[in-house]
């Protein structure tokens, strides 16, 4: 556990980490900000495309080669950014940082399930909580400080002797678990799943830089190709002996339901963290060091509260925290849908903390529940899913929230009187930022009516199709 949350907090660090200097290398290479932006769409692409065949990699390879590799890869990424004398070599090392990060999540998680059992999973799903939510949270906090007062090139070189120490413990206490299958290869498959995971990722990001819109000609041939490709890899996998992705797992219904509730809150959280810094840098006036002070405290919190979380899951159950969490989700999310020009802090720095509670009591019950009803069998696969559709549920939800609330801001500045006043700019931006949150709250009603549904998922050990039915039935 220890080798491969040390690997992982510090490999998910960095999905979050580099946003804050998105602007320092933009000066320091000279580039524009579509250039630049692909630090962060060129990391979700490659998870986005890598996550799919962990599955398929899972099953092929030991989980000492699987870790000990990635990790390997992650470092030689993070040693090729600190010293990348061009953007081009710093954008390669970044995207063997996101081949790593891409393929350690999964390891993790099916490996705990492979150690535990059920009662068990709760408490350790919140340890992973801790590290997943934790990591990305404080990246932005920790980012700035850095490089102010060392320099963006520490932001890989501070990372450098973690990472080592990481593969050196590895080396020495990683045992291996699970059974290596090594199932057949089908080329179709993963070209079908690139494609696939990888035209959503990269048009939905597009969209969302603000470079081009849902309408632009190659953003929207880059979604349709996504999911037309998406939906014959789905057929194909049907009927496949051995499927790169078993798509079967949609079968068990708590798997599903906590599906649909994990990217509710992945869309709201990364949707938040990105709309409410430009609020507060917009109309609130406040500088980017106050903006992202002001989200620690939910970020803490999150953090914190995740392996509290696990143990009361373990105890109680599910529906006694996903119910009142997406309750409490969608007041906050309403509460967000009525800022102003003058909102005081206090209300935002409560709204988050609100956010990022609901958020922890949601994210890992609902994903464990959903996992533990899986056969082990369907381990790789309900991971390799669940963990594909996180870069997927961010890159869409952030894409098409940024799309309304510009939509919104112009509609607003065509009827404004005067369009060029500060004032007037700002209430625009207010106006975006309480449609996307009038949207986000009945996002959250959605969750809290599937979160009724919600039951204590008890493992299937069923394989065939008519013994899986009559599960269900039960």
């Known amino acids: 556990m220890i080798s491969l949350i040390i690997g992982a907090f510090f490999a998910i660090l960095n999905e979050t980490l580099l946003n804050i200097a998105l602007t320092t290398l933009m000066e320091q290479f000279n580039i524009t900000a579509p250039?630049?932006?692909?630090?962060?769409?060129?990391?979700?692409?490659?998870?986005?495309?890598?996550?799919?065949?962990?599955?398929?990699?899972l099953q092929t390879f030991t989980t000492r080669q699987m870790f000990l590799g990635t990790m390997t890869i992650f470092t030689i990424g993070t040693l090729i950014c600190a010293a990348a004398p061009?953007?081009?070599?710093?954008?390669?090392?970044?995207?063997?940082?996101?081949?790593?990060?891409?393929?350690?999540?999964?390891?993790?998680?099916?490996?705990?399930?492979?150690?535990f059992p059920p009662e068990r999973r709760g408490a350790i799903m919140g340890m992973i909580?801790?590290?997943?939510?934790?990591?990305?949270?404080?990246?932005?906090?920790?980012?700035?400080?850095?490089?102010?007062?060392?320099?963006?090139?520490?932001?890989?070189?501070?990372v450098i002797p973690f990472a080592l120490f990481s593969i050196a413990f590895a080396y020495k206490f990683l045992k291996n678990v699970g059974e290596v299958t090594k199932p057949k290869v089908d080329i179709l498959s993963i070209v079908l799943s690139t494609v696939g995971f990888g035209g959503i990722v990269l048009g939905f990001s597009s969209a969302g830089e603000g470079e081009a819109s849902f309408l632009?000609?190659?953003?929207?041939?880059?979604?349709?190709?996504?999911?037309?490709?998406?939906?014959?890899?789905?057929?194909?996998?049907?009927?496949?002996?051995?499927?790169?992705?078993?798509?079967?797992?949609?079968?068990?219904?708590?798997?599903t339901i906590g599906l649909v509730l994990f990217i509710i809150v992945?869309?709201?959280?990364?949707?938040?963290?990105?709309?409410?810094?430009?609020?507060?840098?917009?109309?609130?006036?406040?500088?980017?060091?106050?903006?992202?002070?002001?989200?620690?405290?939910?970020?803490?919190?999150?953090?914190?509260?995740?392996?509290?979380?696990?143990?009361?899951?373990?105890?109680f159950g599910p529906r006694l925290l996903i119910i009142p969490a997406?309750?409490?989700?969608?007041?906050?999310?309403?509460?967000?849908?009525?800022?102003?020009?003058?909102?005081?802090?206090?209300?935002?720095?409560?709204?988050?903390?609100?956010?990022?509670?609901?958020?922890?009591?949601?994210?890992?019950?609902?994903?464990?529940?959903?996992?533990?009803?899986?056969p082990k069998r369907l381990y790789p696969h309900g991971t390799a899913i669940m963990n594909t559709l996180q870069p997927v549920s961010g890159a869409v939800g952030?894409?098409?929230?940024?799309?309304?609330?510009?939509?919104?801001?112009?509609?607003?500045?065509?009827?404004?009187?005067?369009?060029?006043?500060?004032?007037?700019?700002?209430?625009?931006?207010?106006?975006?930022?309480?449609?996307?949150?009038?949207?986000?709250?009945?996002?959250?009603?959605?969750?809290?009516l599937v979160s009724l549904f919600v039951k204590r998922a008890k493992q299937t050990e069923h394989e065939t199709p008519g013994e899986h039915e009559a599960a269900v039935e039960h």
């Not at 609130?284 to 620690?296: E, S």
């Not at 995740?306 to 009361?312: A, D, E, N, R, W």
């Not at 906050?332 to 709204?351: A, G, K, N, Y």
């Not at 500060?422 to 930022?433: F, H």
């Open 35 to 57: 250039v630049v932006q692909w630090m962060v769409t060129g990391f979700m692409l490659v998870m986005g495309i890598l996550i799919p065949v962990s599955a398929l990699l």
């Open 86 to 115: 061009s953007f081009g070599v710093l954008l390669a090392g970044r995207l063997l940082q996101a081949v790593g990060t891409g393929l350690l999540i999964p390891i993790i998680f099916n490996t705990f399930l492979l150690l």
């Open 129 to 158: 909580g801790l590290v997943i939510m934790f990591a990305p949270a404080i990246g932005p906090t920790l980012s700035g400080i850095i490089v102010e007062y060392l320099g963006w090139r520490y932001l890989f070189i501070t």
């Open 216 to 255: 632009d000609p190659q953003v929207l041939a880059m979604i349709i190709a996504g999911a037309v490709s998406l939906i014959f890899f789905s057929i194909r996998q049907l009927k496949l002996e051995e499927p790169l992705l078993d798509v079967r797992v949609f079968q068990y219904p708590m798997f």
């Open 266 to 315: 992945m869309v709201s959280m990364f949707s938040s963290e990105i709309i409410l810094p430009m609020y507060m840098q917009g109309p609130l006036a406040l500088p980017a060091a106050t903006a992202g002070l002001i989200l620690l405290p939910g970020a803490l919190l999150n953090g914190l509260m995740s392996p509290v979380m696990g143990k009361l899951f373990d105890k």
């Open 326 to 374: 997406t309750a409490i989700l969608m007041g906050t999310m309403f509460s967000l849908s009525q800022v102003s020009m003058d909102t005081p802090i206090w209300r935002i720095v409560l709204s988050y903390l609100l956010l990022m509670l609901s958020i922890s009591a949601v994210m890992m019950p609902a994903q464990t529940n959903g996992l533990n009803q899986l």
């Open 398 to 448: 952030v894409a098409v929230f940024i799309s309304l609330m510009t939509t919104r801001e112009e509609s607003y500045l065509n009827n404004a009187q005067n369009p060029e006043s500060e004032t007037v700019m700002s209430q625009a931006l207010v106006a975006g930022v309480e449609l996307v949150y009038f949207i986000a709250f009945s996002l959250a009603a959605i969750g809290f």
